[in-house]
């Protein structure tokens, strides 16, 4: 398969998953917004701060590494050792799930049973949800190497909105069980998620005659259960030995990603009040990174870890693979950049109507503004350095990802450090100024990396992070005017002059996206190339 036919599957793979994304996501998002009217702070601290980064650590250390690896062999290869490998993803799951359930139980503050009761069974309702979902694991990395576009996103968003739907369901008619709700609810995601794969490559390995199934390097669901290979060996020993260098990461990665949380839940810097409106506001202001960040990361990782050779600088690879890589480098680092930039520029202005019209007074009359605010900045950092960390994470050697491990650790060092100190300082807002000082270390090392990269070659794909003085105008034109909008028609004026102010906010995103529609031609040459032909092959297929 040739550099752009992987570039192709990437590209219906990254836009696909976006538009299906953004349709689950915001029907999650007026659940969710329903649901919140219901609880109180304390609920919403406990739930979505010290239980949900229980399962999200026992996730992520048991399967992020299998994960990263898994994906970055080619095509040739023993898929046979490949799944024995991700199966070992379950006993881990197992004993992380087991270790950090007694640790959330012996060692972590408890909260007043009065305000949050069943505290203990959420910890272990939470914990066996995250050994369930890593049964899907084969299936999960076997339907993204080879490529099939809906099915990962159908089945993690129809899982999400029906866990939404039976928690607000149970809210309204048994507010009573406290967290027996939302420990059920996660049970319920993460059984439903393993039985949409389970179920989908049951139909799909049924049918021979699918062309689908016949690119699949297993023809029956027994194939993808543990065995041993035709070469006696269990698993693919150059796979295990990239695992354990990605767990290294991934283990410093996850104090990065949740390290706020961590501070929050061992340090008990915030009360679990203060917890639940940060988490509140936290998951708010990442909603777009995940709903367009993290598809195209996921989907051009895939693209970057086929097209290029680990270990090799670009004079070394294949020319046409190489200029490939570039040209999609380049156009995805302005794509980010021109997305964060929006989101920071037009963010500001209009943070606290957002968390009115989403939580009411809970988030819009204290910290809940700043917070937002602040994170708008971070929105535009996490969206350069999914982009340059998708790119060095597939084109790093074991030695160099190892390196790299070593500067990671020092990072999660100053970033715990960091927020500690920051929070006792500036309140919850300190948090995210800790996150944004770990992310401009990961993009400044990532950047570092990519120059290297290219220097002995022709292409320069960093200039994608260089834009017109026009754009630049425009997009300081619109964020004086949105400020000067909010400070007279926002947001204690009533709804016609919120309306007012939202009507200023869409003029100036219509000129500001008008810009860079005249300025950036060359991105805009690509969308229309990659995302035009994506679209066009997704209908025949």
Request: include cysteine.
């Amino acid at each position: 398969m040739g550099s752009q036919d992987v570039l192709g599957q990437a590209a219906r793979l990254a836009s696909s998953g976006l538009i299906l994304q953004v349709l689950f996501r915001l029907i999650t998002f007026v659940l969710n917004a329903f649901i919140l009217r219901f609880l109180s702070k304390e609920i919403v601290g406990i739930v979505n701060v010290r239980l949900t980064l229980l399962y999200s650590t026992t996730i992520f250390l048991a399967r992020e590494a299998f994960r990263r690896a898994c994906l970055s062999g080619g095509n040739q290869r023993d898929w046979n050792q490949t799944l024995n490998l991700l199966w070992l993803t379950v006993p881990l799951g197992v004993f992380w799930s087991l270790l950090l359930g007694w640790v959330w139980l012996r060692l972590l503050e408890v909260p007043d049973p009065n305000v949050v009761p069943q505290y203990g069974t959420g910890v272990v309702l939470f914990g066996l949800s995250a050994v369930v979902e890593l049964l899907v694991e084969p299936f999960w990395v076997l339907a993204q190497a080879h490529m099939f576009v809906k099915l990962k996103v159908i089945a993690e968003s129809l899982s999400v909105i029906l866990k939404s739907i039976l928690t607000a369901f149970l809210v309204l008619w048994l507010p009573h069980w406290g967290l027996y709700i939302f420990s059920l609810a996660q049970l319920f995601y993460a059984t439903f998620l393993v039985l949409c794969y389970v179920i989908y490559f049951t139909k799909l390995l049924g049918s021979p005659e699918s062309t689908k199934q016949q690119t699949l390097p297993v023809s029956r669901m027994t194939d993808l259960l543990p065995s041993i290979s035709r070469s006696g060996t269990f698993v693919n020993w150059k796979e295990a030995k990239l695992t354990w260098s990605f767990f290294k990461q991934s283990f410093l990665k996850q104090i990065l990603t949740e390290g706020e949380r961590y501070v929050m839940t061992f340090l008990n810097v915030l009360n679990f009040g203060d917890q639940g409106v940060y988490d509140i506001v936290n998951n708010l202001g990442s909603l777009v990174a995940r709903l367009i960040f993290q598809p195209i990361e996921e989907s051009f990782y895939i693209f970057f870890a086929k097209v290029l050779e680990r270990g090799k600088d670009a004079s070394l690879q294949k020319k046409e693979d190489i200029a490939v890589a570039a040209v999609v480098l380049e156009s995805l680092l302005k794509l980010a950049l021109l997305a964060g930039l929006t989101i920071t520029v037009f963010g500001f202005a209009y943070s606290q109507l957002a968390l009115d019209i989403y939580g009411g007074a809970m988030l819009s009359a204290g910290s809940g503004p700043v917070l937002l605010r602040s994170y708008c900045l971070y929105v535009l950092l996490l969206a350069i350095n999914g982009v340059t960390e998708c790119f060095t994470f597939a084109a790093m050697d074991k030695e160099e990802v190892d390196r790299y491990n070593f500067m990671m650790l020092a990072l999660s060092s100053s970033f715990l450090v960091f927020s500690y100190l920051l929070t006792r300082w500036c309140g919850s807002v300190g948090f995210i100024f800790a996150n944004c000082f770990n992310m401009s270390i990961r993009i400044a090392q990532s950047l570092r990396f990519i120059h290297r990269y290219y220097r002995g070659s022709p292409y320069r794909p960093l200039s994608g992070l260089r834009l017109s003085p026009v754009l630049l105008g425009a997009f300081a034109l619109s964020g004086g005017i949105t400020g000067v909008s909010e400070v007279f028609l926002c947001c204690e004026h009533g709804w016609p002059s919120r309306l007012a102010h939202v009507a200023v906010g869409a003029f100036c995103l219509g000129v500001t996206l008008g810009t860079a529609f005249l300025t950036e031609t060359k991105l805009i040459y690509f969308l229309r190339t990659h995302l035009g032909m994506s679209r066009l092959t997704d209908k025949t297929t």
